[in-house]
């Protein structure tokens, strides 16, 4: 944090004192941030680097293994690995293509958030659909958010998972970092609740029990989202459900949060009467608002959407001790599910209210707020499994295995859940489909003109691009996709098990030439790796 601050007052030279100056000072704290992010540099490339060899092995075993059990004859099979082996060799030539964002026609606007939109794509090259996600840096890093957004990139490269939305490429220019995934059709969550408003247990059970796969394939990694929300939950074109969005959770405002604490004593009817005025309500006799579940239903509607578009955020999903700053752990994103299993069968999250700051004192003081409305009748199963979510850390249920084998999930096939048909099927005519997304408005028109390369590009080093060193990546998948010749088709069916269960192998564009023994050396490869991504 405090070296990005530093990093932007160098950027501002004016900011610095003459007397600084002078001294050298900023010079060397810009040496400093420059073999810092070298050392970031070289660390991400070696790891790669085993990374490739790794999956590179994998995938040929697994191909080996394949054939072997299938009893395919001894020629062929010499046929297939050789097959694997050019397209090995091809990836490796066409993963030195420094992508940028004129690769892409850019489409339909599809989402924003905090830090930038989401849009349809197509790759010139292949054809290929994909939903490009594009942060500003400067918002990154003026909102300490670097961190988050290397986290993301990280688990999206790591994380090969069905219940996980594929990165296929991430790369960067001077203002902008991109994140190329595939395109989800079906929408979000958030929109398919806003349309229903309420979900049947049945549809609900199929799509927490995705949720808790997802989850579980982030925790083995031991990755914690910490910002699960139904805007985070996608549908794929059969309506199953991937989990999105890693690591940029919003910064909640929470300079008026430093007065929560647990242990305050509240007085609840008080806290009532203030949580929920709302001037657009007309008053009741009693002076309160949201005389019924169905007018909280309602409220909640209209905030909605203006909620997931505010740099504030909705705070509704996120467990009391990420609030209260204590110290997390997994256990959190259980809370949140637990939050959004609530919202499906009720209708609006447990501990909602018009103004977020509300909103986090009910999760703080939750064991007076939680309450299941008559109306919404949930069967005592689905009671209690909230229940074991929304409650202390010591009790909540922690682990995957002992969420699936909670009665509610009784009739959950789980090995099979991403093979049955979906509860809910969308509808999406055509790949190039958006209606399951609302309309944008083009802020700014899609930059043209490539960017981020030549030589002019050198007097665009700033320790801005230093913070971002190393996000370059390329999906195996995704580059052999760029080149898949008739030849390579051949084998392409045997392959792609083999590819599917390695499927991610990450990539720095940049060659090996230098040697590491020196510090310049270290530098010039930082500059480099900037230059090239
Ligand atoms: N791969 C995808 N396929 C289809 N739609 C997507 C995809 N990724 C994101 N979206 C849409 O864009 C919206 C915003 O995406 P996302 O939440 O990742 O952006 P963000 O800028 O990180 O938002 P946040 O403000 O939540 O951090 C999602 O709610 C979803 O509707």
């Known amino acids: 944090m405090e ?14 004192t003459e007397a600084e100056e002078e001294a050298g000072q900023v ?3 810009l040496t400093l941030e420059r073999v810092a992010a070298a050392k970031q540099f070289i660390e991400s490339h070696y790891k790669a680097q085993m990374k490739h060899i790794q999956d590179r092995k994998q995938r040929r075993s697994v191909l080996e293994k394949k054939l072997a059990s299938e009893h395919v004859p001894e020629q062929e099979q010499i046929h297939m690995l050789k097959d694997l082996e050019r397209t090995e060799t091809e990836y490796m ?23 930038g939109e989401v849009r349809l794509c197509r790759e010139k090259k292949s054809g290929n659909i994909y939903a490009m996600k594009k942060l500003k840096k400067s918002e990154m890093l003026s909102r300490g958010q670097v961190e988050h957004v290397r986290a993301e990139r990280n688990l999206l490269a790591e994380v090969a998972s069905h219940c996980i939305v594929k990165l296929y490429y991430s790369f960067q220019d001077a203002d902008y970092l991109y994140l190329i995934m595939e395109y989800l059709p079906g929408g979000d969550m958030m929109t398919l ?16 029990a995705q949720s808790v796969m997802a989850i579980e394939s982030i925790h083995k990694h031991n990755y914690i989202h910490r910002d699960i929300k139904p805007d985070n939950l996608l549908l794929d074109k059969n309506g199953h459900m991937k989990l999105s969005d890693f690591g940029l959770c919003k910064p909640l405002d929470c300079s008026n949060l430093s007065s929560i604490n647990e242990n305050e004593v509240l007085d609840d009817e008080n806290l009532h009467e203030t949580m929920d005025i709302d001037e657009s309500f007309p008053e009741s006799k009693n002076g309160r608002r949201w005389k019924s579940p169905l007018e909280q239903l309602q409220h909640w509607q209209i905030n909605r959407r203006k909620l997931a578009f505010s740099t504030v955020g909705t705070p509704d999903y996120i467990a009391p001790e990420v609030l209260l700053k204590k110290g997390y752990g997994m256990e959190c994103d259980w809370w949140s599910l637990g939050a959004i299993m609530y919202e ?4 609006y999250p447990p501990f909602y209210s018009d103004d977020p700051v509300t909103t986090c004192r009910k999760i703080v003081h939750w064991k007076n707020h939680l309450k299941f409305p008559v109306e919404a009748r949930l069967t005592p199963e689905a009671k209690d499994l909230i229940g074991r979510f929304l409650c202390d850390v010591e009790n909540r ?3 995957a295995d002992q969420i699936k084998a909670h009665p509610w999930f009784k009739d959950i096939a789980w090995d099979k859940l991403y093979e049955v048909e979906a509860a809910f099927k969308p509808e999406v005519n055509g790949e190039l489909d958006t209606q399951n997304f609302m309309k944008y408005d083009e802020v700014d028109p899609p930059a043209t003109g490539r960017t981020g390369s030549g030589p002019m590009r050198k007097m665009l080093l700033t320790p801005k691009d230093l913070s971002f060193v190393g996000y370059t990546y390329k999906n195996f998948e995704a580059v052999k996709g760029l ?10 069916s045997l392959n792609r098990s083999s590819i599917d269960s390695a499927q991610s192998d990450s990539v720095v564009d940049y060659s090996t ?10 530098v010039l490869a930082a500059s480099e790796d900037v230059m090239s991504e």
């Open 93 to 115: 030539r066409l993963k030195r293509h420094k992508i940028c964002v004129d690769d892409f026609d850019l489409l339909a606007i599809i989402g924003r958030g905090a830090f």
């Open 513 to 522: 030439r230098h040697s590491y023994s020196d510090m310049e050396a270290q």
């Open 344 to 347: 499906m069968l009720v209708g």
């Open 27 to 29: 010079g060397s704290s």
């Open 3 to 16: 070296n990005h601050k530093q990093m932007e007052k160098n950027e501002v030279g004016p900011m610095a």
């Open 193 to 208: 609740l806003i349309r229903e408003e309420t979900l049947t247990e049945t549809v609900a059970r199929f799509y927490i």
């Open 483 to 492: 080149h898949q010749s008739s030849d390579l088709n051949r084998s392409a």
């Open 397 to 399: 249920l922690g682990r």
